[in-house]
């Protein structure tokens, strides 16, 4: 005979809401990003296309803001005449503002899940794992 499921209610408190990121930590987290992206990612990662391309390439790196998030991107080309699209982001490194300067750094696993690493870092730090982990690069 099977046993008969119970019910019960349990306590479920309501999640703190996100911390909005001020204007001028956005600026900020912008600009030595983009620097970041032009001196470093974009000179290692990004080639010129092949002459016979097969597979896709890395054409572009970007970064944006979305929420109180800070996501960098790879730009992808399929240069296949069956490709669906042209091109495609993927997103391979997230910044989460946490509160006065602080961050959260994660990467996207292969699973298309993120792997928070590292929190409570600085702007400053999370830049530099971003720079010299390859975990943090496309």
């Known amino acids: 005979m099977a046993k008969k499921k119970q019910w019960g209610w349990v306590y479920s408190p309501k999640s703190l809401p996100k911390p ?20 470093v990612l974009k000179p290692q990662h990004v080639q010129p296309p ?59 696993r292969h699973t298309d899940q993120w792997w928070e690493l590292f929190t409570g870092l600085t702007l400053d730090e999370c830049l530099e794992r971003v720079k010299d982990d390859p975990l943090f690069q496309p």
Do not use: Q
């Open 20 to 39: 909005k990121v001020p204007k001028a930590v956005k600026d900020e987290v912008e600009k030595k990003a983009v620097d970041l992206i032009e001196k």
């Open 50 to 108: 092949p002459k016979n391309p097969r597979w896709n390439y890395v054409e572009d790196i970007g970064g944006k803001w979305h929420g109180s998030f800070f996501y960098f991107y790879s730009t992808y080309r399929c240069p296949g005449s069956n490709a669906l699209t042209p091109t495609f982001e993927s997103k391979f490194a997230r910044l989460e503002y946490t509160s006065s300067g602080r961050f959260n750094l994660a990467y996207m």
